[in-house]
């Protein structure tokens, strides 16, 4: 039977996109898994210049310096092991598009002679109410 939910729940983020507050349940672990990493690079010595940037279509999550290095962020969060540890959902594919869209960044901006690094910040749900964050530096 066809609904007018149903038809929106097939596109990503369904209603929650068209009703101001209530955004899905993913939405929000992803923005809360966000906040964590970002309080946890800050503490681990990064700057945060970027959060949720829209580069050519891609998006990164978190784009920071630590030291000399410009670094770009993939975040991750589970709350529960459906779909894997969180560091097995940055795939290949999702590496990929990661470098590109970093490729596509420093032109952008102009960058030159600038050290790149890749990292995966991991927050993980699935053993606790309280997360287990972890910092993968140089990932790929």
């Known amino acids: 039977m066809f609904t007018l939910r149903r ?3 097939n596109f990503s983020g369904g209603l ?3 009703i101001p507050g209530s955004e899905a349940k993913h939405i929000k672990l ?3 898994g966000e906040d964590l990493a970002v309080k ?3 503490a681990d010595g990064y700057k945060i210049k970027e959060r949720n940037s829209r580069i050519s279509k891609r ?3 978190i784009i920071a310096t630590h030291g000399d290095l410009l670094v770009f962020v993939e975040v991750k969060t589970r709350s529960n092991r459906s779909f894997g540890k969180p560091l097995e959902a940055v795939d290949n594919k999702r590496r990929n ?3 590109r869209a970093a490729e596509i960044y420093l032109l952008k901006k102009k960058f030159k002679d600038v050290s790149v690094r890749f990292d995966i910040v991991t927050v993980d749900f699935t053993d606790s109410a ?3 964050i972890e910092i993968v530096k140089n990932a790929f």
């Open 7 to 9: 038809f929106f729940d």
């Open 16 to 18: 929650a996109k068209l």
């Open 30 to 32: 992803g923005k809360l």
């Open 40 to 42: 946890a690079l800050v």
């Open 59 to 61: 998006e990164v999550d």
């Open 97 to 99: 598009r990661l470098r």
């Open 130 to 132: 309280k997360p287990e």
